[in-house]
């Protein structure tokens, strides 16, 4: 015999509203009189839905719970208990390869993580957003949320050429619309030439006994993991913050699901990019980057050399005051051709200042 799963939701949620057992219990009585859909509600059948030995209110106690509440139904736990999910083992992943020095693939970083996924009680699409770390060994790849994110998402893959597929699971959070529900499912992305995203689909099952699917997308904007930059990206990203400049037509607005109390936005129509602009765009920013990086690594040679012919000088002051002119002379003239003439301009720019 399994022991019932309580249902700990609707307990916060009745709470969250100041009420007892029993004003719960006389509210629904109330709401079914008000409607002509009279109940019997009881503090008895209150315990009984908290303790998950009911796990599906019939449909006059579900139309006045969420009355009452102002809440569907299945954002009060019910949709845990009405696939028999197990919260615990659906978040369960392996232990964490951060720990492991190993854990040096490709795709090691933090990445920004955003999906879309639509929501049958309020008929549109919304987006949600996170940073997550990822870390990789070898073929597989965990992906977990940053520790300051409101709503806790994991996953386990594997990755094979450019194709990864795996598992995902979220636990929303629980002063968001979907009060800490669980959900979970499969997911499979390609990864793009350049090695920074990882785009593709996702499928899990929703609330009306129906399978769901929609993109999920992960954009690379780190590939440190030290303690310094994630507590860098330890936070929600912002509604019109980009993983990296070539996202900003693709910006996602900030969803109920982590409750950051940022209204509820449905996604606009766009439109539809293709995947060669995807890629045109991402090249783009990458030529940009190593220009940037070519100018660095200059600046830096330059500073490079001025140190080497510092050093340079002040050899051959020391030869001049230890041994004389004409041990300074014989060294210059053993000297390439390439550092006697940068010695002669030094010379003609000291008589110059």
């Not at 399994?2 to 629904?28: C, F, G, H, W, Y």
């Not at 040096?104 to 949600?128: L, N, Q």
Request: hydrophobic fraction near 35%; include cysteine.
């Amino acid at each position: 015999m399994t022991m019932s799963q309580p249902n700990l939701i609707l307990r916060d949620v009745r709470k969250s509203l100041r009420m007892s057992q029993e004003d719960l219990a006389r509210a629904i009585r109330q709401d079914g009189q008000r409607t002509g859909d009279v109940n019997n509600c009881s503090k008895r059948l209150v315990q009984r839905w908290e303790a998950g030995i009911i796990t599906a209110p019939r449909g006059g106690y579900a139309r006045a719970l969420e009355h009452v509440t102002g809440l569907p139904v299945s954002n009060l736990g019910f949709a845990d208990q009405q696939y028999g999910v197990d919260r615990d083992q659906a978040m369960v992943t392996g232990i964490w390869l951060d720990d492991d020095p190993k854990a040096t693939g490709p795709y090691t970083g933090i990445w920004k993580s955003w999906y879309e996924y639509p929501s049958s009680s309020r008929d549109a699409t919304y987006t949600s957003e996170h940073y997550v770390i990822l870390i990789q060994h070898g073929a597989r790849i965990q992906v977990r949320s940053v520790p300051a994110a409101e709503s806790r998402v994991v996953m386990d893959l594997t990755v094979n050429g450019t194709v990864v597929t795996g598992t995902w699971s979220e636990e929303t959070s629980a002063s968001g619309y979907y009060s800490g529900g669980v959900y979970f499912g499969a997911i499979q992305m390609l990864v793009e030439p350049t090695g920074r995203r990882l785009a593709g689909k996702w499928l899990g099952f929703g609330r009306d006994f129906d399978v769901n699917v929609g993109p999920w997308t992960l954009q690379l904007v780190s590939s440190d993991t030290s303690r310094e930059t994630v507590a860098r990206y330890n936070r929600t990203p912002e509604p019109a913050e980009p993983a990296s400049p070539e996202d900003k037509s693709n910006s996602l607005s900030k969803t109920d699901r982590s409750g950051s109390g940022i209204p509820d936005r449905p996604l606009t129509h766009q439109p539809a990019v293709t995947g060669r602009q995807i890629m045109a765009t991402t090249v783009r920013q990458e030529l940009a980057d190593l220009r940037a990086e070519v100018a660095s690594l200059r600046e830096l040679v330059e500073d490079l050399q001025r140190k080497a012919l510092m050093l340079h000088t002040l050899k051959e002051t020391w030869i001049q005051l230890e041994y004389g002119d004409d041990a300074l002379e014989r060294y210059q003239r053993q000297q390439p051709p390439q550092r006697r003439r940068a010695a002669h301009l030094r010379v003609v720019d000291g008589d110059a200042s």
